[in-house]
């Protein structure tokens, strides 16, 4: 059997353990995009806290149908995870890569990390260690639900690293792995710059405001407004003020002053590293610097046009779907 199978239509390949038999495009294109909200328990000493999982796919599931591909979400340190993957924006397009990968016979998931959206709080920062744990907590479930242990993983910024030190705490659990404005050691990035001037700040506070002018600067901090659509950053503010204007410090202070946290040499996926061409929270020298050190020759390196450190709210963001097609897609190589 063929380690990875295409999509007819769709130009998205999988690995044969994460999909037998999906809907075509033209099956998705009849359907209705199904959706379904779940709970997971993440336990430490402090006691537990309950984590927020939101799944969406062509159709609910069925007893007896053949499993679809699975690709799991991990959001970043200023959003939860609707408004990072599911986002509403009235009147200007579809903003939902849950939307884009359900359509393309996907089944998706995203969870809130701990202490964000609509997930319980431990009290701590939820860094990048917390985030590892809370993946680890939300596999079950994923399990229970799609009788799959494996999905592929995407992330973008901070949610990239989570991802990367999730793919090297538990390869057995990641497909493939995408990496979206990540980054490495910082060196040289304006952004980790201006965090690392917030290091005693952050270490001394477990959560930072986060309002909307907070929300609104992230569309603009790399000096490139023009690339959204200012209708976007209104739609983030409406779905999260709801939750409060404080989030957790953790993921801050690791990409400030604790990096690099993932060892390119641990992760073991096959992996597509994605960057906005004015992303300011990494350079192409950081990046590159990871990605010649991963181990498996099966990986790409991509840098998307016009885009800045959130191409996927951006107004190019079909680049990102394209790229993240065709990684997902590519053929199985032929062994020497």
Request: with cysteine; charged share 20%; net charge positive.
């Amino acid at each position: 059997m063929p380690r990875r199978t295409v999509l007819k239509g769709a130009g998205l390949g999988v690995d044969a353990g994460l999909l037998t038999g999906v809907v075509t495009l033209a099956a998705a294109a009849a359907e209705n995009i199904w959706s379904a909200e779940y709970w997971a328990k993440k336990s430490d000493k402090k006691g537990d806290v309950k984590l927020n999982l939101w799944r969406k796919r062509i159709g609910a599931p069925a007893a007896g149908e053949a499993p679809r591909p699975l690709i799991f979400l991990v959001h970043g340190s200023s959003n939860s995870a609707r408004s990072s993957y599911d986002l509403n924006v009235p009147g200007k397009g579809d903003y939902s890569l849950m939307n884009v990968l359900a359509r393309s016979g996907y089944d998706v998931w995203t969870m809130d990390h701990d202490g964000y959206g609509y997930s319980g709080s431990s009290g701590n920062n939820s860094d990048i260690a917390s985030g590892v744990e809370d993946l680890k907590a939300a596999m079950p479930v994923v399990l229970k639900e799609t009788g799959q242990a494996k999905a592929h993983f995407y992330g973008t910024s901070s949610g990239g690293i989570r991802a990367a030190a999730y793919a090297q705490a538990s390869p057995e659990r990641v497909g493939r792995l995408i990496l979206c404005a990540f980054t490495y050691k910082g060196n040289g990035a304006a952004e980790i710059e201006r965090r690392r001037k917030r290091i005693d700040e952050l270490r001394t506070n477990n959560r930072r405001k986060r309002d909307a002018t907070t929300i609104r600067s992230i569309f603009t901090h790399n000096g490139h407004p023009d690339l959204y659509d200012p209708a976007v950053p209104e739609a983030i503010i409406a779905a999260e003020m709801k939750f409060g204007d404080q989030i957790p410090t953790g993921t801050y202070l690791d990409m400030a002053a604790n990096l690099p946290i993932v060892d390119p040499k641990k992760v073991l996926s096959p992996v597509l590293m994605l960057r906005g061409e004015f992303d300011g929270n990494s350079t192409n020298d950081d990046l590159l610097d990871f990605y010649r050190q991963l181990p498996n020759g099966d990986r790409q390196f991509v840098i998307l046009p016009q885009c800045a450190h959130s191409p996927g709210y951006g107004k190019n963001r079909q680049l990102l779907y394209y790229a993240m097609h065709n990684f997902l897609g590519a053929p199985a190589p032929t062994a020497a």
